[in-house]
């Protein structure tokens, strides 16, 4: 993946429902119904605080 390039970019976020999953996004598929491309289930006994984000450093 080219990251320096928009549309070929990625999302992750943190889903809470009755369970919490770690989510990340094919960003220029957003939209069309395929755009999951990770989905992990997180453990009870971890958890994402709210406000959780990512940043990515090619280095």
Excluded: T
């Amino acid at each position: 993946m080219d990251f320096g390039n928009l549309e070929s970019s990625s999302m992750i976020y943190v889903v809470f429902r009755q369970e919490c999953y770690l989510v990340v996004l094919d960003a220029k598929r957003i939209g069309d119904g395929d755009e999951i491309v990770l989905k992990l289930e997180v453990p009870e006994h971890l958890s994402f605080p709210f406000g959780f984000h990512e940043f990515w450093d090619e280095k």
